[in-house]
């Protein structure tokens, strides 16, 4: 899948609101005020909800969106397991409209792959945004990834009438191997330092809070990215393309675009980087004209 086929819908700025739909795949991660007035209609599609973690600007369209769209079964909701807030907010709307408890909800950890179509799984990846013990869930970013049996290499040569009676003789896994591609990487709110999860992603959608540090700017208790760390973990990693989210509205549209450009000349960056802008709801944002 290329990444131009992604079709895209998101919002995001800090300390605001965050969601972003995957359309071809009914995948909504995060679920931030303005969701349900954002994807109207188009809501209905969201098959699995990945939450990243309890900050308000990530959580608060829950409750109109279940509201709307919680039906027998669906949407199913996972959120990383030790945050009470989201049991909070289920057990609420069991309460004030009724008809929203048919959803199931999952609190799921680090490492766990929840399987949302028969060849693609989300898995969770533990981040550092919250400073809490190791086995201790409340932060997660989370991998996309699509899975296929492979030829193995050594029977490439063959032709389809041999490799299937090879395949009859002695089994697919003679064979054939699992293979898993990347798809999509997505971060929660946290700082850089997880290049090995996102090496060899197609597309990769990283906040980027803050342009560049300054002494005081990421020095609250939980912390943020910053362009800067984003764009040299890109330069020295394989993706595909790169979606920046959760910039600071502290930044205009101009100062940011200015940013990326300049950045990406200095680490000779080459690949197409797009941005969620502050305050503006972005359409299919991986086919709109790359920043760089
Ligand atoms: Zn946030």
């Known amino acids: 899948m290329a990444t131009q086929n992604f079709k895209i819908t998101a919002f995001s700025t800090a300390l605001f609101s965050t969601w972003i739909f995957v359309e071809e795949l009914g995948l909504l991660f995060d679920a931030g005020d303005g969701l349900s007035a954002g994807l109207m209609q188009k809501a209905r599609k969201v098959k699995q909800v990945f939450l990243t973690h309890p900050d308000r600007d990530h959580l608060a369209g829950l409750l109109q969106f279940c509201q709307l769209n919680n039906r027998a079964n669906l949407p199913h909701f996972y959120y990383p397991k030790d945050c009470k807030s989201f049991e909070y907010m289920q057990a609420f709307m069991a309460r004030f409209d009724k008809h929203t408890a048919v959803s199931p909800w999952t609190g799921i950890e680090d490492g766990q792959a929840i399987r949302v179509k028969p060849n693609t799984t989300v898995q969770a990846i533990r981040n550092e945004h919250i400073p809490v013990p190791l086995g201790v869930h409340k932060s997660l970013s989370y991998l996309v990834q699509q899975h296929k049996r492979k030829l193995k290499p050594a029977f490439q040569s063959l032709n389809g009438q041999e490799i299937a009676g090879l395949a009859k003789e002695k089994g697919q896994d003679f064979i054939s191997e699992q293979h898993s591609e990347k798809l999509i990487g997505i971060s929660g709110d946290c700082p850089v330092r997880q290049f090995e999860h996102w090496d060899n992603t197609k597309l990769l959608i990283h906040e980027a809070t803050f342009l560049e540090e300054q ?55 080459e690949i197409p980087v797009y941005a969620i802008l502050p305050g503006e709801i972005k359409r299919d944002a991986c086919n709109s004209e790359p920043i760089n």
């Open 215 to 269: 002494p005081g700017l990421n020095n609250k208790q939980n912390k943020h990215s910053t362009l800067t760390d984003v764009l040299q973990m890109a330069s020295e990693i394989n993706i595909e393309a790169l979606l920046l989210k959760h910039f600071s509205s502290r930044y205009s549209a101009a100062q940011i675009k200015t940013a990326i450009r300049k950045q990406c000349r200095a680490l000779k960056l």
